[in-house]
């Protein structure tokens, strides 16, 4: 028997109860719809726009869940996480809200936005160098020295519970939906939003997109079991990350599908996001709309919710007038 | 007396009208708000996103509103209208809606994609010489041969009751606004807004915002009578166009104040609202918020709502890669 079984499953309760716990600190984000975009599609099609969270990705929801679920000891003592991404800033502003430190370790050669980003939200900004041991090591070290909880930016069930809010909220909207299309990087995204579809709606299609570029969770998923991802230099940045076994186990037992998609559709979709629905996307965000890039009308005569992760990216440096 | 003392007075209940006519026919758009932008203006700010609005700007509001409200004989005559804007791709649409022809009149040097959007809305494109004279004389010839209605871009009042829509939304969601900023180009955008704000809040601050390239409202209300605009090249191209008589009159009467804002300003405006708030907003769309650049805090401890207008943008040509 494969390790994945013996994870305690993530339930809707869970789900529903980190949504009580979160809904005062985060946005409850608009759901947005295209004519043009239907027409070319011959689906329904509903985006949940996520790039709108606060922080500007998704990552608030899990951030803030895993914060506010702490004891009031627990919490005292801080929290800690390395990541140089938007796990970051959303657990100090989660800290922050809860009035405790973050103690953040970034690798030293992470973009200055980044480090500031981190920092207005009131975060302690401790750099390392840019190894994952090296991570890893600073983190044990300010949890050895100050008792603070150590939060996972994924592999974590009061993260997944955070993150499967936004699902939560796009079918209290539009409950009639026949597919959810869904990012997948490290999976706390998909596993949530997987547990969510699967109690609430039990036909409907649960589909993780991810590039082909690091495509651990197709492979994962075929295999039946983990395989972690190679380097990568997709670039939808957010998704160069691995499943964890945690987040696996979810992802077999609730998802249907894993679709992977090219670099030129992710590009292609972003831009089409922008031009169309008028929102600011980023690559690892434009993912769930790719695969309508090559094959326009593959969900023809369907209704589709569609997880738009997250919206930060570099207004200096856009895939387009780069190409 | 002034000629615009006998221009009917636009109604609250001319907008209601409105929008339950084209309330099937065009969005909702949502209220974005923004803890980082509150933050740095002291204020709460609230943003009526008619950049999701269909055809990408509030124009379908107006033009949708004016084609229904036609008699079935009237109609069936189609409608036309010179324009290279916004305008001319909404009475495009709002004319498919309704299954009449739209004959829209554009000046042979207009941006191709323009063209393209109103062939693609099913618009019948006439082109002519860039000038006034030879698009107004090219839509006089249309409604002397077919009968079709002229509908004016904005010196209409079914179009000036379709564009207050937006205030009536943004009003139903914040009641307790305390201003409300709205860009300002021929007034009738402004004019809907005014008599709505003013009719359900008579506390409300109603304040214009205009390039101060393109100041005539500004002129215009200091004056008391109407200052046409001369020419102009501010970024807010959809702002280079002159009050009418009978905006002005509604203007005049109901808006607090018109404010100016310079070309950086507007520029810097778009970007921070493409990267804080994750919209893709035009020029014209961003001019509202534009005062909080050079003044953060001229509205702090208020409650503010800013229209942002519109987000046609051509993404190839962004004024921060140009510059």
Redesign the interface.
């Known amino acids: 028997m494969p390790v994945t079984d013996h994870v305690a499953p993530l339930t809707l309760e869970m789900v529903r109860e980190a949504h009580a716990r979160i809904r005062p600190y985060v946005?409850h984000t608009?759901v947005?719809?295209s004519?043009t975009l239907d027409a070319r599609s011959g689906a329904s099609l509903f985006f949940k726009?996520e790039?709108?969270q606060?922080v500007?990705a998704f990552k608030a929801r899990g951030a803030t869940n895993a914060v506010l679920a702490l004891s009031d000891d627990e919490a005292a003592r801080g929290v800690v996480t390395h990541s140089s991404g938007n796990h970051a800033a959303a657990l100090a502003r989660a800290a922050g809200i809860r009035g405790v430190p973050a103690h953040i370790v970034m690798p030293s050669n992470a973009p200055r936005v980044k480090i500031e980003a981190v920092r207005r939200y009131g975060g302690q900004v401790t750099l390392c160098e840019p190894t994952l041991e090296a991570r890893e090591a600073a983190a044990a070290g300010i949890v050895a020295e100050t008792g603070a909880a150590f939060v996972h930016p994924y592999d974590d069930p009061r993260v997944m519970a955070g993150q499967g809010t936004a699902a939560l909220e796009l079918l209290g909207e539009v409950p009639d939906l026949d597919v959810i299309l869904c990012p997948v990087g490290g999976g706390g995204l998909l596993s949530g939003v997987a547990t969510v579809a699967r109690a609430l709606s039990p036909a409907i299609r649960v589909v993780g997109i991810e590039p082909a570029e690091a495509d651990d969770a197709a492979r994962s998923f075929r295999a039946g079991r983990v395989i972690p991802l190679g380097p990568t230099t997709t670039i939808a940045d957010g998704l160069r990350t691995s499943l964890s076994e945690r987040t696996f186990a979810h992802i077999r037992r609730l998802v249907d599908d894993i679709r992977t998609v090219g670099e030129d559709a992710i590009v292609h979709a972003m831009?089409t996001q922008?031009?169309v629905?008028?929102?600011?996307?980023e690559p690892s965000g434009a993912v769930s709309y790719a695969p309508f890039v090559d094959d326009p009308r593959w969900l023809a005569g369907s209704r589709v919710g569609l997880i738009v992760s997250g919206?930060n990216i570099d207004?200096?440096a856009?895939p387009?007038?780069i190409a």
């Open positions: 946005n608009p947005l719809t004519e726009c790039n709108f606060n500007g831009r922008w031009e629905l008028k929102i600011v996307v919206g207004l200096d856009l387009w007038s």
